[in-house]
């Protein structure tokens, strides 16, 4: 696939309305293959809470890329060996977690990207088919999707800047790790709660930012619901969560 034709049409959407992905935690390249047939224009491996290793990420991202779908890597944590492991295995972009700063994010994305855009280290791997495809995609390695992951009163208090960090694409809301740094894990019912999600997205809405959030149950409903509410960027779901519940016993 044309993969930096992905990545741009994903930055159309993201720009014109909303982007719908989902995710993948199960380290087989026959449930990506699944993921990637249906209907998605991204989906990301999870690196950080999946049990997938950096080996198994190029079995998965060519079963994701049969379908046409973008594969996007969700790191462990935004070092330069994660960044460089996911992406030079054929990562469209990456998800970065615990995103605190602007210099945070500005270091990411030069870890991220060729030079000149940033200091990744250039050489032949598997996302320009060891050295085949080098030229066609130096393009793709200047400007990979970016997404950062707000997940803690800190990042809240210095949005403003991190939203301003050239290369950036989107922000996804982590809402779990956010509640519990504002010591109300879970609690998303909670006006608290409820108040910094809306400052989130003003300062998100007013930078022209994508602001994402993650639907974990899948539900119809609730996706036209944060559509209509502005999120841009939204996972549907995981592969996990799909087959948990598709596959419990019925009783009769």
């Given at each position: 696939m044309n993969k930096f034709k992905s990545i741009n049409g994903i930055r159309a959407s993201l720009k014109e309305g909303y982007s719908i992905g989902s995710w993948i935690q199960i380290p087989h390249s026959s449930i990506a293959e699944i993921m990637g047939a249906s209907g998605y224009e991204w989906v990301a491996v999870d690196l950080e809470h999946g049990s997938i290793s950096v080996n198994q990420l190029p079995d998965l991202f060519r079963a994701l890329e049969l379908g046409e779908t973008l594969p996007l890597a969700r790191l462990a944590q935004g070092s330069l060996k994660d960044c460089k492991a996911a992406l030079d295995a054929g990562a469209g972009g990456v998800i970065v977690p615990m995103i605190e700063s602007a210099g945070q994010m500005?270091?990411?994305?030069?870890?991220?990207?060729?030079?000149?855009?940033?200091?990744?280290?250039?050489?032949?791997?598997?996302?320009?088919?060891?050295?085949?495809?080098?030229?066609?995609?130096?393009?793709?390695?200047?400007?990979?999707?970016?997404?950062?992951?707000?997940?803690?009163?800190?990042?809240?208090?210095?949005?403003e800047d991190i939203v301003k960090v050239k290369g950036l694409d989107a922000i996804l809301i982590g809402p779990y790790d956010l509640s519990a740094s504002m010591g109300i894990t879970g609690k998303?019912?909670?006006?608290?709660?409820?108040?910094?999600?809306?400052?989130?997205?003003?300062?998100?809405?007013?930078?022209?930012?994508?602001?994402?959030?993650?639907?974990?149950?899948?539900?119809?409903?609730?996706?036209?619901?944060?559509?209509?509410?502005?999120?841009?960027?939204?996972?549907?779901?995981?592969?996990?969560?799909?087959?948990?519940?598709?596959?419990?016993?019925?009783?009769?």
């Open positions: 500005e270091e990411i994305i030069k870890h991220c990207c060729w030079p000149p855009a940033g200091s990744r280290g250039v050489g032949f791997s598997r996302a320009n088919l060891f050295g085949k495809t080098f030229d066609s995609y130096f393009d793709e390695a200047q400007a990979p999707l970016i997404i950062a992951m707000i997940e803690s009163i800190n990042a809240v208090e210095n949005l998303f019912e909670s006006q608290e709660f409820k108040d910094l999600i809306v400052r989130i997205k003003k300062i998100a809405s007013f930078a022209n930012i994508a602001c994402g959030i993650h639907i974990v149950d899948p539900s119809k409903n609730e996706l036209k619901l944060r559509i209509d509410e502005g999120y841009k960027f939204i996972p549907y779901s995981i592969d996990s969560v799909f087959l948990n519940g598709a596959c419990e016993r019925p009783f009769i």
